[in-house]
């Protein structure tokens, strides 16, 4: 299972970004999706999730202003972000809880490689 997280790039305070997340692989379903972040010299911090039935839960510093999606069938994640502000910036990370199968069904957590969100005040 592979998860390419795309869409990050440089915006000026106030802006817009829209980040994906793509699974694919050996997937029989996705429950739990996320989005993390790190910011130089700090831990990895939630930043929004979303279940397989749409509920979601995001961090109070990006309530209001982020919004997680997925598309079940395309196995993708999004997380469109709005006045984005200089403390956004970090590495952003996706994550799913992934039920693979291969020859018997297993179920594990399984990291993207980050795409990095700038923004500059």
């Known amino acids: 299972v592979q998860l390419q997280a795309s869409g990050g790039g440089l915006v000026q305070a106030g802006g817009s970004l829209r980040l994906s997340c793509a699974a694919s692989?050996?997937?029989?379903?996705?429950?739990?999706m996320g989005w993390y972040r790190q910011a130089p010299g700090k831990q990895r911090e939630l930043v929004a999730t979303i279940t397989s039935a749409g509920i979601t839960n995001y961090a109070d510093s990006v309530k209001g202003r982020f919004t997680v999606s997925r598309d079940n069938a395309k196995n993708t994640m999004y997380l469109q972000m709005s006045s984005l502000k200089p403390e956004d910036t970090a590495v952003y990370y996706c994550?799913?809880?992934?039920?693979?199968?291969?020859?018997?069904?297993?179920?594990?957590?399984?990291w993207g490689q980050g795409t990095q969100v700038t923004v500059s005040s």
């Open positions: 692989g050996s997937i029989f379903s996705i429950n739990t």
């Open positions: 994550n799913a809880d992934v039920m693979v199968r291969t020859t018997v069904f297993s179920r594990a957590p399984y």
